[in-house]
């Protein structure tokens, strides 16, 4: 018997004992496969960078030019209107090689100041030349004949990884331009780098492991915003006339906001997405689309023209879009408009200075003799949630996969470390303190993770409830008979950089059209003053809510800072915002 209990209790220990080892070995493999994984991943970055800067300096070394004039003759092109410059390329007076090297020198500049372009496109010299040839056989030219252009990093251009500031992309080059790309090419245009974005491009910031922080050109502690963070500064700084980017939840228009820009994001279908790589894959519910920037609205005007007139894009690049073509009608109709407006919304409070933005506007287009009505978007807390749960409705498995072995950029600490991979029943726990003190948090905070829509049933439940709050936002629009809105884009001017991680909230004025799919245009209308300071700091912007406190610290010392407003239409009547951005345009320079 004593012998059996032996045997039994060696035999049991054997098992422990083994079990242990494997454990062990499983264990030591994981790590080893980790360690090889993050090893790899250096290298990737590493060689990656190297890359880039060889041809940096390649370019460098093509644009070095002592010469007097050559130097004043750039600084001369970079300095045309967009009207202008294109008169001179189409009469022959500037050839497309000499500008294309002004914009690449001055880009150069900025970027080395800012960290706003992650590569020059090496190509782009080459076609400059075919189309000065190609002028110099025919006497023809194209109507963007000669005009260089930026985009976004998510933006395909053969040959160049879209990396979204993830290492898992990089060495993953296109294999076809974008049809965006493509169709502004056939114009004339030359795509000459690609810019800056956040890792996995869902953040109002600029930074991530690869290529760095972009830094904006206003005040360099600041954010340019995000994600087309790095097209918004360069345009803002001169380095481009016009840039292409994308717009998920704000991701054109907060940059434009941050770094004193316009911009339009349209309505879904409208202008091509087709070879962008998106942030959030297989997304239901809210459309990724492209969008514009440029340094004043005639330049987005001519570009959405061109594209739409008589369905140019779509008949020629891509034929999954709607056949919605420009109504030229529809933009230059002189009768008055009837536009609603609101200082900010009932979720999350704007500062003094965003709301007086909107009283200048408003002031602005009724002396124009356009008529203003107060209006005020319903329930924007169940906007906010909505959209950061149909983000993440696969529960952030497609952002946690990719960033597996990734180091993880500091502003999307919060978001992904904690949002994200916290257990959905400790946010509950934590959900009664969170909304004592920090009750606008909240809905953001227990949407991340998509727990909302864990079964294809409440994702369509959620989408009926999208459809029933659009229908109900439609029908309190047409009862006040209205043409356009306009109200803030961001609850404050462009915060410092080290806050943006928590400031999730304010951004629900930009993605509450991206919720809606309507289109949106961003105009600067004034800057931070003095007394929007004084105002901020003595009793016009107090809360106890801590992302509010954070509001409020963040905008101290925003002095200069450029504050726009929103500009907002009707699904696919582009034609009508780009008609409003251009009459403020022309009432605040008046």
């Known amino acids: 018997m004593q012998f059996d209990d032996s045997a039994k209790w060696l035999w049991e220990s054997n098992m422990v004992l083994m079990l242990v080892g494997l454990v062990l070995i499983y264990l030591t493999f994981t790590i080893m496969e980790y360690t090889t994984k993050r090893r790899l ?33 750039r600084k001369h092109i970079v300095e045309f209107p967009i009207e202008d ?17 002004a914009y690449q020198a001055k880009a150069l500049d900025v970027t080395k100041e800012l960290n706003c372009v992650t590569e020059f496109i090496a190509e782009a010299e080459e076609w400059a030349k075919e189309l000065d040839a190609n002028a110099a056989a025919t006497g023809k030219r194209k109507p963007l004949h000669g005009l260089p252009f930026s985009v976004k990093d998510n933006v395909s251009i053969v040959g160049y990884d879209c990396t979204a500031g993830i290492s898992k992309f990089i060495n993953q080059s296109a294999i076809e331009d974008a049809a965006l ?6 114009l004339g245009a030359i795509p000459f780098c690609r810019t800056n974005v956040p890792q996995t491009l869902l953040s109002f910031g600029c930074s991530n492991p690869i290529w760095g922080s972009t830094k904006n050109p206003w005040c360099k502690d600041r954010t340019p915003g995000g994600s087309s963070g790095g097209e918004a500064t360069l345009v803002a700084a001169g380095g481009s006339l016009l840039g292409i980017g994308s717009d998920i939840g704000g991701s054109i228009r907060i940059p434009a906001a941050f770094c004193g820009v316009f911009s339009i994001k349209p309505t879904s279908l409208r202008l091509s997405y087709k070879g962008f790589r998106k942030s959030a894959v297989g997304c239901i519910g809210i459309p990724s689309v492209p969008g514009i920037l440029a340094r004043d609205s005639k330049t987005v005007i001519l570009l959405c023209k061109l594209l739409l007139d008589d369905g140019y894009i779509r008949r020629y690049f891509d034929p999954d879009l709607l056949p919605i073509p420009w109504n030229e009608q529809m933009f230059t109709v002189s009768s008055k408009l009837r536009i609603g407006y609101y200082e900010e919304c009932d979720y999350f409070p704007c500062t003094p200075g965003v709301r007086r933005a909107i009283r200048i506007a408003k002031e602005k287009l009724e002396a124009l003799g356009h008529e203003l009505i107060p209006f005020l978007p319903p329930r924007v807390d169940y906007v906010i949630s909505s959209v950061i749960s149909m983000f993440y409705a696969d529960q952030g498995r497609y952002v946690l996969e990719a960033l597996s072995v990734d180091d993880i950029d500091p502003l999307l600490a919060l978001q992904i470390k904690i949002a994200l991979k916290l257990p959905h029943p400790v946010k509950q726990m934590i959900r009664p303190l969170l909304s004592l003190i920090a009750p606008r948090l909240a809905p953001c905070f227990m949407a991340a993770a998509g727990h909302q829509y864990r079964h294809s049933y409440q994702l369509w439940q959620g ?15 047409r009862n006040l008979n209205l043409d356009i809105c306009i109200g803030p884009c961001f609850a404050c001017p462009a915060p410092l950089a080290k806050d943006t991680g928590r400031l999730s909230p304010a951004f629900a004025y930009a993605c509450l059209y991206n919720f809606l799919d309507f289109p949106a245009g961003i105009v600067p209308v004034t800057k931070e003053t003095e007394q929007d300071q004084l105002m901020l700091l003595n009793g016009g912007y107090d809360f106890r809510d801590l992302v509010c406190k954070l509001v409020k610290k963040t905008t101290q010392g925003a002095i200069g800072l450029p504050i726009p407003v929103q500009v907002i239409g009707l699904p696919y009547q582009e034609e009508v915002v780009l008609r409003a951005m251009n009459l403020l345009e022309s009432a605040i320079q008046n």
């Open 85 to 101: 410059l294109l008169k001179k390329l189409q009469a022959g007076e500037l050839n497309c090689i000499e500008v294309l090297k």
């Open 41 to 73: 991943m250096k290298q990737k970055i590493s060689y990656k960078l190297d890359q880039a800067k060889k041809n940096l300096a390649k370019l460098e070394e093509e644009l070095d030019n002592n010469e007097n004039s050559v130097i004043a003759k």
């Open 181 to 186: 790309v493509s169709a502004i090419r056939s």
């Open 463 to 477: 989408v009926l409830k999208q459809s029933e709050y659009k229908a109900n936002f439609l029908s309190d629009w």
